[in-house]
């Protein structure tokens, strides 16, 4: 911007001197401090601009010395940034186009732009998910995180296959520990192979790393320490307490604790448990599963539930377990009474195909037929 200013004045001097020829013989005299000097108006004002310019040119080798030789030489021997910025450019289009060769000439000439690594991940952009090559050890850590993130795109149209996927996320993690996206892509890897410790260890990562939202990663956990219970049954019951932690409300979690329970003598328990998720859920499937644990008892479960507050047994799958096991104790008359109000609230299809095996257990074949009939309806 100054030697365009100096352009600009030696340009306005010039044609001032054209015009008015007469200006340049004028002489100029100047006294300060004993000395006197005398010229010709033109001669002056011409070593004047010949001055401004020799400083500019100073300040420029001072400032390029101070910053180093090398970048002395890139400025000299580069040009401007523009033209610089052009050539990368050129370069860019060159590359995503696949054109001539991809570039490789223009980056050589936009080191001052563009550094010597950045060419390569460009490159690296350009391939295919199912074509990037393996990684290994000594590539550009860089070009090695974006080669797996895109050969493990979820959102890309031709993937690898598992293995190379896995192998890329190991490499990304080797260069990159703790990458947020590395984990979670590789905690998705482990649940779609069922390597379910695998996965407990790596959702438990993520959740810690505060990179996703509890509410996404709770679910996924708590799906995992189900699985990982399934096959870790020495420490069944522990992972199972895990997954109600984190899903307090999820009657698969409910379910498969209280049968884990069950399964560990202690039924006392697994009751506790689910009545207590059956007094604020309505769930049938839990209700079925603490049907067959109350049946032994049938009529001792039945005036336990029937003591409760009408506000807490209200709940459809809670009155179903009541009229059930009314049922089982033999009150009959009391059980149907039951079912009754209730499939004038909740014509549940537990509900219907629980009345048509009431008729159906009484002879009453047409009554039976009529209440499957609308279970099929549904």
């Known amino acids: 911007m100054r030697i365009f200013a100096l352009l600009l004045l030696a340009l306005a001097v010039v044609l001032l001197f054209t015009l008015f020829p007469e200006v340049v013989s004028q002489h100029v005299r100047l006294e300060a401090f004993g000395w006197v000097f005398e010229t010709r108006q033109g001669a002056f004002i011409t070593a004047l601009l010949a ?16 910053a180093g030789p090398g970048q002395l030489w890139r400025t000299l021997r580069m040009g401007s940034k523009k033209r610089r910025e052009q050539r990368l450019r050129e370069g860019v289009a060159d590359l995503l186009d696949m054109r001539g060769d991809q570039g490789k000439r223009a980056f050589g000439k936009s080191r001052g732009v563009i550094p010597e690594w950045a060419a390569s991940l460009l490159k ?17 850590p860089l070009n090695i995180a974006m080669a797996a993130r895109i050969a493990t795109d979820p959102n890309a149209p031709s993937k690898p296959d598992a293995g190379t996927r896995k192998a890329h996320l190991e490499a990304w993690l080797n260069v990159h520990p703790e990458a947020p996206l590395a984990i979670s892509r590789l905690a998705a890897l482990a649940e779609d192979e069922g390597d379910w410790a695998r996965a407990v260890e790596l959702l438990e990562q993520t959740w810690k790393q505060g990179q996703r939202s509890a509410a996404s990663i709770k679910p996924r956990l708590a799906k995992a320490y189900i699985e990982l219970a399934s096959e870790d049954r020495k420490n069944r019951q522990s992972h199972l307490r895990k997954a109600h932690r984190l899903a307090p409300d999820s009657a698969e979690v409910i379910l498969a604790l209280g049968k884990a329970q069950v399964k560990a003598k202690n039924g006392s328990d697994a009751e506790k448990l689910w009545l207590s998720y059956l007094e604020k859920n309505n769930d049938f499937y839990v209700a079925t599963a603490l049907l067959k644990l109350l049946k032994k008892e049938a ?18 799958a809670m009155r179903w377990l009541q009229a059930s096991l009314a049922h089982a104790a033999g009150l009959t008359g009391l ?25 159906r257990e009484a002879g009453e074949w047409q009554q039976a037929a009529d209440y499957y009939r609308q279970l099929c309806d549904q």
């Open 124 to 140: 690296t952009v350009t391939i295919p998910a199912n074509e990037q090559p393996t990684p290994e050890g000594d590539e550009n």
């Open 335 to 359: 059980a149907v009474e039951i079912i009754d109000q209730l499939l004038e609230k909740e014509a549940a299809p537990e509900v219907l195909r629980t009345r048509a095996e009431w008729h």
């Open 51 to 66: 001055l401004l310019v020799v400083l500019w040119l100073l300040q420029r080798v001072i400032s390029a010395i101070f």
């Open 299 to 316: 009529l001792q479960a039945f005036r336990k539930l029937d003591k409760k507050d009408a506000a807490t047994t209200y709940q459809p």
